[in-house]
């Protein structure tokens, strides 16, 4: 089963996806071992080289998050690198991933992006096979129509969050989330929702009591923005504080109002 999870900048999909996750780790995660070991072990009767089995529930994200799960534990995921996330055996390199896993996947119009061509065969078989092997894949996405329409047809539901609301004690430290949300029955109802307004949808909402920011970095993008290791923070003063006739060619092309000329050269090429 395939879940999107839309909505704009700063309306909740991650904090969201922690959420859900956290409802796995704290509901399933047993189960899903137990399952897991015992269809590997089944598998590898048939093998010469037997695959490895997990220490814990097989569930994967591409974001650090931990959560709580007895005094002093916690369960982590394991780690997977969505541009590798597909079926094995169709071309490309994988991080082949273990039956009856769960995987939590942010920002995906990148991997999956509807503007590029040629989306690799591991990733549109792996939309088109993933019940056979028991998973659930959760990915969040800013809008379905940035996702390959191979994928995107396979999308068994589609949950769109309208905003989260956060509850606070007198300290200011948040005691409850949640997440006011709309969800569809596939790509499909979605965009006939979008197209026509009409309510194709059924309204949901989601409560985590506690701070769901605890269990993850919710600005782990800001490194994102560091300049490399042999540049700096830009400190240029504004044009009438400045002689920009003095200044070196590198830095005095700042002020220059007109287009570069480089400036889409990247996306020409692509």
Known sequence: MITAIVGGTGAGKTSFLVYKLKTYVLTERRARLNKCIAKIEEFNKARKKPLSKPDRAPFYANFDVSIPIGYKKTYSPYWLNPYYFGM?????ETQPIMPYGVAFLTE??????????????????LSN????FWLNIYIDVHRIMNINTLVRDNLNR??????????????GRIVKTTWFC?????AAKYLQYVESGEKTYTETTYEHVGNIFKYYDSFECAKEFLPGET???????L????????????????????????????????
Not at 88 to 92: A, I, L, R, S, T
């Open 239 to 270: 044009p009438s504080k400045t002689n920009i006739k003095k200044l070196p060619k590198n830095i005095a092309k700042l002020y220059n109002p007109a287009e570069p000329p480089e400036y889409r050269k990247k996306l020409e090429e692509d």
């Open 129 to 132: 096979k993933n019940r056979h």
């Open 108 to 125: 995906m119009d990148r991997v999956y992006d509807s503007h590029k061509k040629d989306l690799p065969a591991m990733a549109s078989e």
């Open 88 to 92: 094995p055996n169709q071309g490309n």
């Open 158 to 171: 589609v949950i769109e969050i309208l905003k989260q609301e956060h509850e606070k004690d007198e300290l």
């Open 182 to 186: 709309r969800e569809f029955e596939g």
């Open 231 to 237: 540049e700096n923070f830009s400190l240029l003063e």
